[in-house]
C-alpha cells in the first residue's frame, strides 16, 4: 500500500513561487514514475509535469519555464518549484504515482490549494 501526502501549498501573489513536496511511503515510489496534476474548481484535473524514475521530465506548455518537477528518491519526496506564479494556476494540485505493477492500480494524494491573488 502507498500513501501520497502533498504539503506546502498556501496563498500567493502574482509572481511569486511557492515549493509543494509530496511525501510517498512504500517501497515502489523509487521504480515509479511520478506526475503533478491540477484541478480548477469547475474544470477537469489536468497534468502539470511529469517525471519518470531515471529522472526525465515533461511539462505542459502552460507552465513549462515556470515550474519545475524534480524527486529525491532517498527521501521518498516529489517536489514541484513553481516561480512566477499566475491567477490561472490557482488550483488543487495533486501527486500522482503511475505503478509500474499496472494490475495494482496508481496512486492519489488528496490535494493541496494554491491560491493565486493579490
Known amino acids: 500500500q502507498v500513501q501520497l501526502v502533498e504539503s506546502g501549498g498556501g496563498l500567493v501573489q502574482p509572481g511569486g513561487s511557492l515549493g509543494l513536496s509530496c511525501a510517498a511511503s512504500?517501497?515502489?515510489?523509487?521504480?515509479?514514475?511520478m506526475e503533478w496534476h491540477r484541478q480548477a474548481p469547475g474544470k477537469q484535473r489536468d497534468l502539470v509535469a511529469s517525471i519518470t524514475a531515471g529522472g526525465s521530465t515533461n511539462y505542459a506548455d502552460s507552465v513549462k519555464g515556470r515550474f519545475t518537477i524534480s524527486r529525491d528518491n532517498a527521501k521518498n519526496t516529489l517536489y514541484l518549484q513553481m516561480n512566477s506564479l499566475k491567477p490561472e494556476d490557482t488550483a488543487v494540485y495533486f501527486c500522482?504515482?503511475?505503478?509500474?505493477?499496472?494490475?495494482?492500480?496508481?496512486?492519489w494524494g488528496q490535494g493541496t490549494q494554491v491560491t493565486v491573488s493579490s
Open positions: 500522482h504515482l503511475r505503478n509500474p505493477i499496472k494490475v495494482l492500480g496508481d496512486y
Open positions: 512504500g517501497s515502489i515510489f523509487k521504480i515509479s514514475a
